[in-house]
């Protein structure tokens, strides 16, 4: 029998992962931007593929290069059920490879609908640029302006800002938000420029009940962890960053929604920097403790009767640290208080717009007719009102129909497991 | 212990800590406030349609009494506002043209209520801006709590059966008020009468 010739599939880049756990890790990124943390001996084998090769040459030559004893069948078994159907390998008549290359749906806490506004080709000069920002001295100056603009904007609002004094919103409020949002994102591709690391486009999607803007920062995961901690700060920073631009607008217009959008950059920022959801602070605190899957790694702490998911699956890469074990517990019990307290916020909104949803609808097309008589403004108020109590009742509908599918799965496999059909 | 595995546990104790503070930072501050904010923005706050309006009784600036009871069988607006809110002197003019153009109907009254705010702070304003339509004062602030009142103004539309038609939080939407209450009555326009319940406290 002829040996198929197996290699690496081309554009797969092979790099070391800076990673808390006793034994190394290292990365394999496909061209199409999905990353596998992979082992030690796993690097090597693939690292033995780069160029078209039999399995008995990769045999000798991961023999030669890493000491590791593994017969030309072990390697042919190893590619046919993982390595090919991940994409990461290309075999000679494997039919499935390409469409393995997509990136797995990430369960109830992945970004939906993902669509590139800006690619990375355009970002790129424009994160270049911005980079400049994240030198020292620079930093210091802009992060004083900023500082000083919260003064401003803190004693003219009070402190702590009345924030039902907050109505609507405002043209200016939802500007400042969206320019904020975009910004922050830059602020994570900058930091990567800062670094010297690729990194791809920036696009929008759906995100818990909101719509998001996000930056794709995947080929981070190449840098060391206090790099890859300031890419996860970087969105914050240059978030922070617009504040004095409201305050200069807030003296320019007199309008007070200025002054609220400072007070909203704050709330957003500590919100990111929230490690519950996978927001910034969920990536911050994955890069320092060095496990890039705290939601899994939390859930092992679970026995293995209350249906741990994926128990094991890190083995491979040895125990995490002792320190990092104890943050993984204080993770976990924090969870079980914050994610009642976060859904059941979310219930409570999503059934209140989905009560006012059809009046709110029949109200923006009343105004549509009234914009001809000079409310404009309101109609256009009225409009993004409708846009995001729309996006935000599809979020939750989608979530529902996850939920759903993914009970069913369950309980299929449960009947499947126990001899029932 | 190494420099390496003391760099570690130093990052781990801030980590926990981190974690700890953000913990209850989200389920006790973040998490409720984004709520509102989240209500706030998007105009959904306060009572919800179908709820029984809460009964108040006042008495306006001028000393006569207001009673929700009162105005039972009526299409009801109950506005509340506050001097002190940017965002409710922004519409004083559009809403004042409206009740006045309403004031007439028999089937319906305009109530606007200004809360936690002395008399005598609103009465120089009510006079200054040459408001006609009556003030009812909240000085206690029960009638703005009963109410759910997070921001100002905020507008309900009651049926005459004494039940929450909408509830509108923020300006900008003194025609979907209206609207709803033309919907609501069967015939009849809005007669004026504004409740003002004292102010909201801190602003």
Same mark, same amino acid.
């Given at each position: 029998?002829?040996?198929?010739?197996?290699?690496?599939?081309?554009?797969?880049?092979?790099?070391?992962?800076?990673?808390?756990?006793?034994?190394? +890790?290292?990365?394999?990124?496909?061209?199409?931007?999905?990353?596998?943390?992979?082992?030690?001996?796993?690097?090597?084998?693939?690292?033995?593929?780069?160029?078209?090769?039999?399995?008995?040459?990769?045999?000798?030559?991961?023999?030669?290069?890493?000491? @590791?004893?593994?017969?030309?069948?072990?390697?042919?078994?190893?590619?046919?059920?993982?390595?090919?159907?991940?994409?990461?390998?290309?075999?000679?008549?494997?039919?499935?490879?390409?469409? $393995?290359?997509?990136?797995?749906?990430?369960?109830?806490?992945?970004?939906?609908?993902?669509?590139?506004?800006?690619?990375?080709?355009?970002? *790129?000069? @424009?994160?270049?640029?911005?980079?400049?920002?994240?030198?020292?001295?620079?930093?210091?100056?802009?992060?004083?302006?900023?500082?000083?603009?919260?003064?401003?904007?803190?004693?003219?609002?009070?402190?702590?800002?009345?924030?039902?004094?907050?109505?609507?919103?405002?043209?200016?409020? =939802?500007? $400042?938000?969206?320019?904020?949002?975009?910004?922050?994102?830059?602020?994570?591709?900058?930091?990567?420029?800062?670094?010297?690391?690729?990194?791809?486009?920036?696009?929008?999607?759906?995100?818990?009940?909101?719509?998001?803007?996000?930056?794709? =920062?995947?080929?981070?995961?190449?840098?060391?962890?206090?790099?890859?901690?300031?890419?996860?700060?970087?969105?914050?920073?240059?978030?922070?960053?617009?504040?004095?631009?409201?305050?200069?607008?807030?003296?320019?217009?007199?309008?007070?929604?200025?002054?609220?959008?400072?007070?909203?950059?704050?709330?957003?920022?500590?919100?990111?920097? +929230?490690?519950?959801?996978?927001?910034?602070?969920? *990536?911050?605190?994955?890069? $320092?403790?060095?496990?890039?899957?705290?939601?899994?790694?939390?859930?092992?702490?679970?026995?293995?009767?209350?249906?741990?998911?994926?128990?094991?699956?890190?083995?491979?890469?040895?125990?995490?640290?002792?320190?990092?074990?104890? /943050?993984?517990?204080?993770?976990?019990?924090?969870?079980?208080?914050?994610?009642?307290?976060? /859904?059941?916020?979310?219930?409570?909104?999503?059934?209140?717009?989905?009560?006012?949803?059809?009046?709110?609808?029949?109200?923006?097309?009343?105004?549509?007719?009234?914009?001809?008589?000079?409310?404009?403004?309101?109609?256009?108020?009225?409009?993004?009102?409708?846009?995001?109590?729309?996006?935000?009742?599809?979020?939750?509908?989608?979530?529902?129909?996850?939920?759903?599918?993914?009970? $069913?799965?369950?309980?299929?496999?449960?009947?499947?497991?126990?001899?029932?059909? | 212990?190494?420099?390496?595995?003391?760099?570690?546990?130093?990052?781990?104790?801030?980590?926990?800590?981190?974690?700890?503070?953000?913990?209850?930072?989200?389920?006790?501050?973040?998490?409720?406030?984004?709520?509102?904010?989240?209500?706030?923005?998007?105009?959904? !706050?306060?009572?919800?349609?179908?709820?029984?309006?809460?009964?108040?009784?006042?008495?306006?600036?001028?000393?006569?009494?207001?009673?929700?009871?009162?105005?039972?069988?009526?299409?009801?607006?109950?506005?509340?506002?506050?001097?002190?809110?940017?965002?409710?002197?922004?519409?004083?003019?559009?809403?004042?043209?409206?009740?006045?153009?309403?004031?007439?109907?028999?089937?319906?009254?305009?109530?606007?209520?200004?809360?936690?705010?002395?008399?005598?702070?609103?009465?120089?304003?009510?006079?200054?801006? !040459?408001? %006609?339509?009556?003030?009812?004062?909240?000085?206690?602030?029960?009638?703005?709590?009963?109410?759910?009142?997070?921001?100002?103004?905020?507008?309900?539309?009651?049926?005459?059966?004494?039940?929450?038609?909408?509830?509108?939080?923020?300006?900008?939407?003194?025609?979907?008020?209206?609207?709803?209450?033309?919907?609501?009555?069967?015939? !009849?326009?809005?007669?004026?009468?504004?409740?003002?319940?004292?102010?909201?406290?801190? %602003?």
């Amino acid at each position: 029998m002829v040996s198929p010739i197996l290699q690496l599939t081309p554009g797969t880049s092979l790099s070391t992962f800076d990673a808390d756990g006793e034994a190394p +890790s290292y990365l394999a990124q496909l061209a199409a931007g999905r990353q596998f943390r992979v082992t030690e001996p796993l690097y090597h084998l693939l690292a033995c593929m780069e160029r078209p090769t039999d399995p008995e040459s990769i045999s000798a030559a991961l023999a030669q290069r890493a000491g @590791i004893t593994l017969d030309a069948a072990a390697i042919l078994r190893l590619v046919e059920t993982k390595l090919a159907p991940a994409g990461l390998v290309w075999m000679e008549g494997h039919p499935g490879a390409p469409a $393995a290359a997509r990136p797995a749906p990430g369960g109830a806490l992945a970004l939906r609908w993902r669509r590139e506004l800006i690619p990375a080709r355009c970002a *790129w000069p @424009i994160s270049g640029a911005l980079g400049h920002a994240y030198r020292p001295g620079v930093a210091f100056v802009l992060l004083a302006l900023a500082l000083g603009a919260h003064g401003v904007a803190y004693a003219r609002l009070g402190f702590p800002p009345p924030i039902d004094g907050l109505t609507s919103a405002a043209p200016a409020i =939802v500007a $400042a938000l969206v320019a904020m949002s975009l910004v922050h994102e830059f602020g994570h591709l900058a930091a990567c420029r800062r670094w010297g690391c690729p990194h791809g486009g920036l696009g929008v999607g759906l995100y818990l009940l909101a719509p998001v803007f996000y930056a794709d =920062v995947s080929p981070a995961w190449r840098l060391p962890r206090h790099q890859r901690a300031i890419v996860d700060l970087g969105g914050i920073y240059f978030q922070l960053l617009c504040t004095p631009a409201f305050v200069a607008l807030y003296l320019a217009t007199g309008a007070e929604a200025w002054l609220w959008a400072v007070v909203i950059c704050d709330l957003s920022a500590l919100f990111n920097l +929230s490690p519950f959801a996978k927001l910034d602070g969920y *990536w911050l605190l994955s890069d $320092a403790l060095g496990i890039p899957n705290l939601h899994q790694r939390a859930r092992e702490l679970l026995p293995p009767a209350m249906g741990r998911a994926g128990a094991g699956a890190l083995a491979p890469f040895g125990r995490v640290s002792r320190a990092a074990s104890a /943050v993984l517990a204080v993770y976990f019990g924090a969870s079980l208080v914050v994610w009642p307290v976060l /859904v059941a916020y979310q219930v409570v909104l999503v059934a209140n717009v989905a009560t006012l949803y059809a009046g709110l609808v029949g109200d923006a097309v009343f105004l549509a007719r009234e914009a001809t008589l000079g409310e404009a403004d309101l109609l256009a108020q009225a409009a993004l009102q409708i846009f995001l109590l729309s996006a935000m009742l599809l979020q939750a509908a989608l979530m529902l129909w996850e939920a759903g599918r993914a009970l $069913a799965r369950r309980a299929r496999r449960w009947r499947m497991s126990h001899g029932m059909r | 212990m190494g420099c390496g595995e003391r760099r570690r546990l130093s990052i781990a104790l801030i980590a926990g800590a981190a974690v700890v503070i953000f913990a209850v930072l989200t389920a006790g501050l973040i998490a409720p406030t984004l709520f509102v904010l989240a209500r706030n923005l998007l105009g959904i !706050g306060g009572l919800l349609p179908g709820e029984t309006a809460p009964d108040f009784a006042l008495r306006d600036a001028a000393g006569q009494p207001v009673r929700l009871a009162d105005l039972r069988g009526k299409t009801v607006v109950v506005r509340f506002w506050s001097p002190d809110c940017a965002a409710c002197r922004s519409e004083l003019d559009s809403v004042r043209a409206t009740a006045e153009r309403y004031a007439a109907d028999p089937s319906a009254a305009f109530v606007s209520v200004v809360s936690r705010i002395p008399a005598a702070t609103v009465a120089p304003f009510v006079a200054e801006r !040459g408001i %006609r339509y009556p003030v009812a004062l909240d000085d206690t602030g029960l009638v703005a709590d009963a109410y759910l009142v997070q921001a100002l103004p905020t507008t309900y539309v009651i049926t005459p059966e004494g039940r929450i038609l909408r509830g509108f939080v923020g300006a900008g939407n003194a025609f979907q008020v209206f609207r709803e209450a033309q919907a609501c009555r069967a015939s !009849g326009v809005v007669t004026a009468c504004t409740v003002q319940s004292e102010g909201i406290p801190g %602003r």
